[in-house]
């Protein structure tokens, strides 16, 4: 019983890395499957990869700009279905 224990406990210890990077993508507008399947084959390959590109579209002001207008349309759009309804 201890073994299948201790074999519990490490593949839930092995788990976080993928699961860390399918919710860091998912966050991000990426795929969760597909970043959580990445963090199994190469655990710490594929969290720097994702954290290079997260990196890399944090610092393009471009896509901040961006991604600030999109949010804003986003809250007009929600504040827009709400006077519709009332």
């Given at each position: 019983?201890?073994?299948?224990d201790?074999l519990?406990v490490?593949?839930?210890?092995?788990?976080f890395?993928p699961?860390?990077?399918g919710?860091?993508?998912?966050?991000?507008?990426?795929s969760f499957w597909l970043?959580?399947?990445?963090?199994?084959?190469l655990?710490?390959a594929?969290f720097?990869l994702?954290f290079a590109?997260?990196?890399?579209?944090?610092?393009?002001p471009?896509?901040?700009l961006?991604?600030?207008?999109r949010?804003?349309?986003?809250?007009a759009?929600e504040?827009?279905?709400a006077?519709a309804?009332?």
């Amino acid at each position: 019983m201890p073994f299948l224990d201790m074999l519990l406990v490490m593949a839930v210890a092995i788990s976080f890395i993928p699961i860390l990077t399918g919710y860091c993508a998912q966050s991000r507008g990426r795929s969760f499957w597909l970043w959580f399947a990445l963090g199994w084959l190469l655990p710490l390959a594929s969290f720097f990869l994702l954290f290079a590109l997260i990196a890399r579209e944090e610092l393009n002001p471009g896509r901040r700009l961006l991604g600030e207008a999109r949010q804003i349309l986003r809250e007009a759009e929600e504040k827009a279905k709400a006077l519709a309804r009332e």
